[in-house]
């Protein structure tokens, strides 16, 4: 009754492509969007900014990246943790070397070295196939762990090895308060949303997904292998390179290559798998069940073991929250494999026919 | 209406209380890390400091004023202890200062602190240019730095040669974790190879450091004539095992600071004998009066953190020492602003800035023998730089050498070059006199 | 020359070693088709059950003798590890018939975080000690060829010993008995294997529970070189490409990979390492086994991917 496409006619082709072509989902990101911009700067705390819009913001924009190249073009990737690095580094060295070298322009180019890094790196995935493919891919990170540990001139020849960030304007307005910094990620986060859900649905988007679906198949009829495979991991790594900037840049601030380390490649995989892959919605869920979960876990269990009087020690917590973790994804695999954005699709799919059972 | 009225008032009224009500504690948030790769290391420094810190309130308070603290686990990671520092920086009525036990949640904190106007302990840790007060403004290395640390080595081979200039053709390797902390004295090391013209080999160790035959191999080739260990973890007790496993003396092999203590060598038992390591001042003191004060106060009472048993040890008295030096702090800044009052962050950072732990007042808190006098000023945030060497003999760590100190013709060019570098990047300006005041 | 021998056969017995954890992931692969990303975990589950069970033992029954107590505590670990394969194989694997490679992955991953939890929560996340006898010495070889002799560490050699041993029986167990024949006719074929009358979940239980005393032989012998901590669990990330390069399918392979990998990674750490200021060991590993994979993409053993469209 809500949710119906009845009556929606389409009069001319640019209509009938529009990414929304239902009206009601117009209406409904529309709305999301603005609350996102407007509402939210103007009830949320300090803490939620700092601690949850901020990482949730930044880290969907990664596993926006790694769901393009997992989820779309099937080539299972353990280096993202490597490709956030480059991207942060490579920004870093923009920003702290050129004098007076603006913000924006430093992130894109963080994620182009990003993407000259996953080109090289993606390279195995024309001969590497499936688990090869995902442990061959943790050489990069590996690689990259060790190379910003060992090459001085990409921390800026510190004796420590760490980096730090200060001084961030956009076109003359200070990013210091948690409100501008979240504002900077969260239009990033939509440009490249928006970018990233039009490339999908383009022709190189088919390409990658006939490439994940039989690639023999893709090449018999004509998909260039090495074309599909290697944009797929250009365009993820840039997006997970500009994803790796911010992180360093806004939420870290100061940040030394453990930062980057295999643990955040498989969070970020884990992202895409629980959120959904193959799906730009998807990506975003993951992110909220990745970044909220420990943070919720960490609030409200000593809370909820309180309420029956057992005192748990913050190792305890810890713990538990590992245990949880670990649980709670193996019981959403079992439930959903799909990931969260299948539950979605199948909620909006209801939605369509309610209040009819069919 | 009458009654909605009286609870009206009822209601404005405590709402204005506590808006103007100050809070009545000192709020000391704890960032230890009791899991992960570090927990071994980890626990007893948790456990001695908040011990130190249940003490200090059954001593009836600073002056009255008692002590909350609250733990948050931050498993060595940076992205979780920034977390952890955004969630407690402003609960209690804000957090008094805060010490991170880990050089990488420093660095990233350093950026932050002075924002939020609340003070860094980094005792024996952290950057080593950030004794550096006149840049500095709110991080405080008391009583040991890495630079500090490594210098006091170097000076203490010398000795062992008969004389710095011995050190000609010697060969030192430093066995490093890799990482920010691991690297730290690798500059003050490379100033010393030019000064005594010592052979300087630098091993790095990729965290979490279980894997070490190749490095151990290349020591058995290099043959140095002592091994400096930069470990933390379960990367120290690797290091010793890894070496008896290649047949280096163990008597050749020194530690900083982080990697001597009873978790790094109870498990090679008499394969660590004759390993030394620099201690921050004190070492195991299970002798020491404030330990004695802490079992009768505090586990005597039940409400000990951890085992009876770790009260004394090495990494145990560290933590308390560090809950010292910030209760300290505030005792200081209370002398100041309004003794048996709460002290706000920046009030704590100027008493920080104007410790004077005199002999006398070390004594009196139980630290007799145990600590050297701490006094720090605008400029310098170290505070001390007195440092001994203990040496494990299978069962227990005795102290092997008298009190060294630092050399500060040495030390002070290099942090102030580091400081000055750091200062020219941020874009800020070293502080004034007057600012001093403040 | 001496000392490249040196760095030659520590490499080889480092090697062995990542071959006692690769294993583990080989055979589970072989028989269910699910790369085990918990078999990390696992070590270091059954190594923790296996120090502290020691501890707890002698500290409950009063027994003094090493040797009767490490007995009890590895039967008591070896139970442990089995109910731990039933459980997972139960709870989990049935559930996830025939999802694809990633979820597969990523359910292990999550059963991996589940188990390092559960294991420091139990036992503890301090450095337990695990005392198997073995000698810390080294011994020196060759004295009179070699200037200073070749440096041989006998706990190496043993551990390497008691990993070939362990290979031959696992051997042995899939060429002569019936079970194992019937677990590599499931690796081979699910659905012809189902279709003759083999039982898949039992399969699967049983293979899980080898791999299971697979992780805990292992854990032993990595938990009394290093002690027992969280950190051991990342043992399995340097078993990664030892898997990789010998042919995920392959018992062989996880042996002749583990020594390759090892020599690889000792010798260009020695000898490369020095001009790249050092620390290049984990990557060389990976970096290595890459390269065999372009030739091979299979693996040296693997099988050969076979593409139907």
């Known amino acids: 009754m809500l949710y119906r496409e009845n009556g929606q006619f389409k009069t001319t082709y640019r209509a009938d492509q529009q990414i929304f072509p239902i009206a009601q989902d117009r209406l409904f990101i529309l709305a999301a969007v603005l609350f996102a911009f407007v509402v939210v700067p103007a009830i949320a705390s300090d803490y939620t900014f700092r601690a949850l819009l901020i990482p949730f913001a930044i880290m969907s924009l990664a596993a926006l990246g790694v769901n393009i190249l997992v989820g779309y073009c099937g080539q299972i990737s353990l280096g993202s943790g490597a490709f956030m690095a480059v991207g942060a580094y490579g920004a870093y060295n923009f920003f702290a070397r050129v004098p007076d070298m603006p913000l924006i322009p430093a992130l894109i180019l963080g994620g182009l070295c990003s993407t000259l890094f996953g080109i090289l790196f993606g390279l195995p995935s024309l001969r590497v196939k499936g688990l090869y493919l995902a442990v061959a891919t943790l050489a990069a990170q590996f690689f990259a762990d060790w190379m910003f540990l060992r090459i001085k001139w990409f921390t800026l020849n510190t004796p420590s090895g760490s980096v730090s960030v200060s001084g961030m304007q956009v076109f003359g307005y200070p990013i210091e308060s948690p409100t501008s910094k979240y504002l900077l990620c969260l239009s990033v986060l939509v440009v490249m949303g928006i970018a990233a859900k039009n490339l999908v649905r383009s022709a190189i988007g088919r390409e990658w997904m006939a490439i994940r679906d039989m690639d023999v198949a893709a090449a018999v009829i004509g998909i260039r292998p090495m074309y599909a495979k290697l944009s797929a991991f250009a365009v993820s790594s840039f997006i997970i390179g500009v994803a790796g900037a911010l992180w360093g840049f806004v939420y870290l601030g100061a940040w030394e290559p453990a930062a980057f380390s295999a643990d955040m490649s498989f969070r970020l995989l884990f992202m895409v798998i629980i959120g959904g892959l193959g799906s730009i919605m998807g990506s975003f869920f993951g992110a909220a069940f990745i970044v909220l979960l420990p943070i919720a876990l960490n609030q409200f269990l000593p809370v909820l073991l309180g309420a029956f009087g057992i005192e748990i020690s913050t190792a305890g917590i810890s713990h538990a929250e590992l245990i949880i973790f670990g649980g709670l994804i193996v019981w959403f695999l079992i439930v959903e494999p799909h990931g969260l954005a299948k539950l979605w699709s199948t909620g909006k799919q209801k939605l369509r026919l309610w209040p009819f059972p069919h | 209406m009458k009654l909605r009225n009286l609870a009206l008032a009822t209601c404005l009224a405590a709402i204005g209380l506590t808006a103007f009500a100050q809070p009545k504690e000192q709020f000391f948030p704890a960032l230890p890390y009791r899991t992960g790769p570090f927990a071994p290391n980890g626990v007893p420094w948790a456990n001695g400091y908040l011990d130190y810190l249940k003490l200090v309130n059954a001593r009836g308070g600073i002056n009255g004023v008692k002590i909350i603290f609250e733990e948050c686990e931050t498993a060595y990671d940076t992205a979780r202890g920034v977390e952890c520092y955004e969630r407690l920086k402003g609960k209690n009525g804000g957090a008094t200062l805060f010490q991170p036990l880990s050089t990488g949640i420093t660095f990233a904190l350093t950026e932050k602190a002075p924002a939020d106007k609340i003070p860094l302990i980094t005792a024996g840790y952290g950057r080593s240019e950030s004794q550096d007060g006149g840049v500095f403004k709110w991080n405080f290395p008391l009583a040991g730095t890495y630079w500090m640390a490594a210098d006091v080595l170097v000076q203490y081979l010398g000795k062992k040669e008969g004389g710095l200039d011995k050190l000609k053709g010697k060969k030192i390797t430093l066995v490093y974790h890799d990482s920010p902390y691991g690297k730290e004295p690798i500059p003050l090391l490379q100033e010393r190879s030019k000064m005594h013209g010592f052979d300087l080999q630098l091993l790095p160790v990729a965290s979490p450091g279980i894997e070490q035959k190749a490095t151990w191999l290349q020591i058995r080739q290099h043959r140095p004539d002592y091994v400096l260990l930069w470990g933390w973890g379960v990367m120290n007790s690797t290091a010793i095992k890894e070496a008896q496993a290649t047949g280096y003396p163990r008597e050749k092999m020194y530690g900083v600071w982080w990697s001597g203590a009873e978790p790094d060598v109870k498990d090679v038992g008499e394969g660590a004998k004759g390993y030394n390591a620099i201690t921050m001042q004190h070492g195991a003191e299970p002798q020491s009066a404030v330990v004695k004060e802490i079992l009768a106060k505090v586990h005597g009472k039940g409400q000990g953190t951890g085992p009876k048993e770790e009260v004394g040890q090495v990494l145990y008295m560290r933590g308390a020492m560090s809950a010292m030096l910030g209760v300290e702090g505030v005792r200081a800044a209370q002398e100041r602003f309004g003794k048996g009052k709460w002290m706000s962050g920046e009030q704590v950072r100027w008493g920080l800035e104007n410790l004077n732990l005199t002999q006398a007042k070390l004594d009196a808190l139980g630290f007799k023998g145990v600590m050297r006098p701490i006094s720090t000023s605008c400029m310098d945030h170290l505070g001390s730089n007195w440092a001994r060497i203990h040496t494990w003999d299978g069962k227990q760590w005795n102290f092997t050498s008298d009190w060294l100190q630092a050399d500060e013709q040495v030390l002070k060019p290099l942090v102030k070059q580091t400081a000055d570098k750091y200062a020219a990047e941020k874009k800020l300006q070293r502080r004034t006199p007057a600012d001093c005041q403040s | ?309």
């Open chain 3, 1 to 309: 020359m001496g000392f490249f021998l040196e760095t030659v056969l520590g490499g080889l017995m480092a090697g062995m070693l990542y071959s006692l954890v690769a294993l583990g992931f080989v055979l589970i692969f072989k028989a269910s088709g699910v790369f085990n990303f918990a078999q990390g975990a696992m070590v270091l589950f059954a190594a923790l059950a296996m120090a502290r069970f020691t501890e707890w033992f002698a500290h409950w029954t009063g027994i003094e003798n090493l040797f009767l107590v490490g007995l009890a505590a590895v039967i008591a670990s070896g139970a442990l590890m089995f109910v731990m394969a039933w459980l997972i194989e139960r709870l989990v694997l049935r559930q996830l018939v025939n999802q694809e490679g990633a979820t597969l992955l990523m359910a292990t991953l999550g059963i991996a975080y589940f188990i390092d939890g559960l294991g420091q929560t139990i036992f503890g996340s301090d450095i337990y000690k695990i005392d198997i006898g073995m000698p810390k010495e080294p011994v020196m070889a060759f004295e009179n060829v070699f200037p200073g002799g070749i440096l041989v560490s006998k706990e190496d050699l043993i551990a390497a010993a008691i990993a070939a041993a362990l290979v031959l029986l696992l051997t042995l167990f899939f060429q002569k008995t019936s079970t194992g024949r019937a677990l590599r006719a499931v690796a081979d074929d699910h659905q012809a294997a189902q279709s003759i009358g083999i039982p898949l979940n039992r399969i699967w239980v049983i293979v899980w529970c080898v791999a299971g005393v697979v992780a805990l032989v292992a854990g032993v012998i990595w938990g009394s070189k290093l002690g027992v901590q969280f950190s051991l669990a990342t043992v399995a990330m340097r078993a990664l490409p030892v898997v990789i390069l010998g042919g995920l399918t392959s018992v062989p392979g996880a042996i002749i990979g583990g020594l390759i990998i090892g020599v690889g990674e000792k010798v260009s750490e020695v000898y490369l390492g020095p001009y790249v200021g050092g620390g290049i060991e984990i990557w060389f590993a990976y970096v290595l086994a890459l390269l065999f994979l372009l030739v091979r993409p299979q693996g040296l053993f693997g099988e050969k991917i076979i593409d139907r469209v």
